[in-house]
Structures are given as structure tokens and as C-alpha cells.
């Protein structure tokens, strides 16, 4: 999953990161209980490993281009 997130800069990348992924999965296992029965075993949605990038002067539409065309899993 590809993310471009604009953030105050006082703001831990790993806080943040934290945030997202817990927040989403309990929405995620909200509006979709079977996932709840797939994954009970693990007892999570996400992994615990992430990687964060900066693209400073970057245009946001390169960037923006640069997440649409990666792979979508099958």
C-alpha cells in the first residue's frame, strides 16, 4: 500500500505510521468482520515493518504519478 501523507513536521514518522495502522484496521474490521476470523490467529492486519520516504522538492503530481503506476497485488 501506497500512502502520500502531509504531516506536521513535529510529528514522530513512526507515531504516525502507528496511528494509520490502527486506526484502519479497526475500520477495516468494522466493515469487514470475515477478516476478523481470517486473521484471528495473528490477531493483526498489518505487519510491523513499514518504509517511509521523503520526497522533498519533488512535484506532486510526478509523485502522485509515481503511486499510480506501481503494482497492485493479484
Known sequence: ???LV???PKVAV???VNSLKGVS????????????RH???ANKL??????????G??????VKQYIEQQ???V
Not at 29 to 36: A, C, G, N, T, W
Not at 57 to 62: N, W
Request: charged share 20%; glycine share 6%; no cysteine.
Open 71 to 73: 503494482n497492485r497485488p
Open 46 to 55: 498489518w505487519s510491523g515493518s513499514y518504509f517511509a520516504g521523503s520526497v
Open 6 to 8: 502531509h504531516y506536521p
Open 25 to 36: 484496521s479497526r475500520r477495516l474490521r468494522q466493515e469487514f468482520p470475515d477478516l476478523v
Open 57 to 62: 522538492g519533488a512535484p506532486l503530481s510526478a
Open 14 to 16: 513512526a507515531r504516525l
Open 1 to 3: 500500500m501506497h500512502l
Open 39 to 41: 486473521y484471528y490467529r
